[in-house]
């Protein structure tokens, strides 16, 4: 397994994720969590959202059928979200949201927390009373945000005293926007349109994961694009070029987004035994720049 510095700190972590958001669907969740470990993948992304907290009862409850200790892994989880009826990042919820999600996962402190969606409404003074609270009590290690641009994480670090270490964004052959702008700089077409303020850049440049959810997904929950009819030229060049890498179109597609030189994380969201598998051997693939390039292009993206 390919491992990674997150962020700017010396936390070594996988660079696959196994994203918990199905788990309550698994009908055999601590196997789930023993092959994602036994395959190298020693980080776990929760939301207090998923399946209505569910899913981090699940986890925890799975976890104690193991023979895996809670200093092994790295456990994240995010807050922020109250499902169809606002956002909030209010001192109060970020605080009581965290402490409900450690009652659930039965555990005394995550290993990061991140800001999930934006919150219009939010006041930078109140999350950095929630974190400095949050990393006093020993209850969060680390923090970082969900799906926000440049200008939303500067505000936030005009307060915030500790690193925003990881951004959570979707990326993936089917959701290159972050790419395509930079490609297209300079250009009237549509994929020169800046969506998200250079965040790839910006990511860079300050050293922030960006951790790459729903990475197999086409469209806005449309689906998945391995496999699909809909896409038979990418479909064409994942078969023939894991046939090339001894791997297969899953495996390419986690490939694909680990290339980067930005240094991502990809959150594999199965719940499948022999996809976790894959998706981890593949962390260890080494693509040509070529091959990078002919992706790309068969999922349908021009080259200026």
């Given at each position: 397994?390919?491992?990674?510095?997150?962020?700017?700190?010396?936390?070594?972590?996988?660079?696959?994720?196994?994203?918990?958001?199905?788990?309550?669907?698994?009908?055999?969740?601590?196997k789930v969590i023993e092959t994602a470990?036994?395959?190298?993948?020693?980080?776990?992304?929760?939301?207090?959202?998923?399946?209505?907290?569910?899913?981090?009862?699940?986890?925890?409850?799975?976890?104690?059928?193991?023979?895996?200790?809670?200093?092994?892994?790295?456990?994240?989880?995010?807050?922020?979200?109250?499902?169809?009826?606002?956002?909030?990042?209010?001192?109060k919820h970020i605080i009581q949201s965290?402490?409900?999600?450690?009652?659930?996962?039965?555990?005394?402190?995550?290993?990061?927390?991140?800001?999930?969606?934006?919150?219009?409404?939010?006041?930078?003074?109140?999350?950095?009373?929630?974190?400095?609270?949050?990393?006093?009590?020993?209850?969060?290690?680390?923090?970082?945000?969900?799906?926000?641009?440049?200008?939303?994480?500067?505000?936030?670090?005009?307060?915030?005293?500790?690193?925003?270490?990881?951004?959570?964004?979707?990326?993936?052959?089917?959701?290159?926007?972050?790419?395509?702008?930079?490609?297209?700089?300079?250009?009237?077409?549509?994929?020169?349109?800046?969506?998200?303020?250079?965040?790839?850049?910006?990511?860079?440049?300050?050293?922030?994961?960006?951790?790459?959810?729903?990475?197999?997904?086409?469209?806005?929950?449309?689906?998945?694009?391995?496999?699909?009819?809909?896409?038979?030229?990418?479909?064409?060049?994942?078969?023939?070029?894991?046939?090339?890498?001894?791997?297969?179109?899953?495996?390419?597609?986690?490939?694909?987004?680990?290339?980067?030189?930005?240094?991502?994380?990809?959150?594999?969201?199965?719940?499948?035994?022999?996809?976790?598998?894959?998706?981890?051997?593949?962390?260890?693939?080494?693509?040509?720049?070529e091959d990078w390039y002919a992706l790309?292009?068969?999922?349908?993206?021009?080259?200026?």
């Amino acid at each position: 397994m390919k491992k990674i510095r997150l962020g700017t700190s010396d936390q070594l972590v996988s660079s696959v994720i196994l994203g918990c958001m199905r788990l309550n669907g698994s009908e055999q969740p601590e196997k789930v969590i023993e092959t994602a470990f036994e395959n190298g993948i020693n980080f776990f992304d929760h939301a207090d959202i998923y399946g209505g907290g569910d899913c981090e009862t699940i986890f925890a409850q799975a976890l104690a059928k193991t023979s895996l200790k809670r200093d092994e892994l790295f456990i994240q989880t995010k807050c922020g979200i109250v499902p169809g009826k606002m956002f909030d990042f209010s001192k109060k919820h970020i605080i009581q949201s965290v402490e409900d999600s450690l009652r659930r996962l039965d555990m005394e402190y995550v290993d990061a927390l991140l800001l999930h969606r934006p919150d219009t409404l939010v006041e930078p003074e109140e999350v950095a009373e929630a974190f400095d609270e949050l990393e006093q009590s020993g209850k969060v290690r680390f923090f970082g945000v969900s799906n926000q641009k440049p200008m939303q994480i500067e505000l936030l670090k005009k307060y915030v005293k500790q690193p925003l270490l990881a951004n959570q964004l979707q990326f993936g052959l089917k959701h290159s926007e972050m790419i395509d702008q930079g490609i297209h700089v300079n250009m009237t077409d549509q994929a020169s349109i800046d969506h998200d303020g250079s965040i790839l850049d910006y990511s860079r440049l300050h050293e922030m994961t960006i951790q790459a959810w729903s990475p197999y997904q086409y469209g806005f929950f449309e689906g998945v694009f391995i496999g699909n009819e809909k896409f038979p030229e990418l479909n064409q060049s994942l078969n023939e070029l894991a046939e090339k890498y001894q791997t297969t179109p899953t495996g390419l597609a986690s490939a694909w987004i680990l290339r980067h030189p930005a240094n991502m994380q990809v959150i594999a969201g199965t719940m499948n035994l022999t996809r976790i598998e894959e998706i981890a051997k593949a962390s260890m693939i080494d693509m040509t720049r070529e091959d990078w390039y002919a992706l790309y292009r068969a999922a349908g993206n021009i080259l200026p």
